[in-house]
Nanobody, 122 residues
Framework: QVQLVESGGGLVQAGGSLRLSCAAS????????MGWYRQVPGKQRELVAR???????NYAASVKGRFTISRDNAKNTVYLQMNSLKPEDTAVYYC????????????????WGQGTQVTVSS
């Protein structure tokens, strides 16, 4: 069993910053990619940023230059530093772990966190 626990969401004024963290725990052998997605009511969940185990990153066009994703492979933890926040960044942010190899079966699974609310006031 693998769990993703997110932290760091909250309420911030436009122009402010927040840092999200997501720690994966359980019977983990390896994780190929970790990332952050966000969703607002009535819309599909969208990729915000993603980082692979070799450090390759990709970002949504709307957050490039403002958000930075990083990863600590030893701790199975991913971070999202969000600067210059805008009201349109308001959403529930979900952590994702992709192609997680579990030690007990060597099978691969994808996992999601429970989500953390980020609200940016104007």
């Amino acid at each position: 069993q693998v769990q993703l626990v997110e932290s760091g969401g909250g309420l911030v004024q436009a122009g402010g910053s927040l840092r999200l963290s997501c720690a994966a725990s359980g019977s983990i052998f390896s994780i190929y990619a970790m990332g952050w997605y966000r969703q607002v009511p009535g819309k599909q969940r969208e990729l915000v940023a993603r980082v692979t185990d070799d450090g390759s990153t990709n970002y949504a066009a709307s957050v490039k230059g403002r958000f930075t994703i990083s990863r600590d492979n030893a701790k199975n933890t991913v971070y999202l530093q969000m600067n210059s926040l805008k009201p349109e960044d308001t959403a529930v942010y979900y952590c994702n772990a992709e192609q997680v190899v579990v030690t007990t079966t060597s099978a691969e699974y994808d996992y999601w966190g429970q989500g953390t609310q980020v609200t940016v006031s104007s």
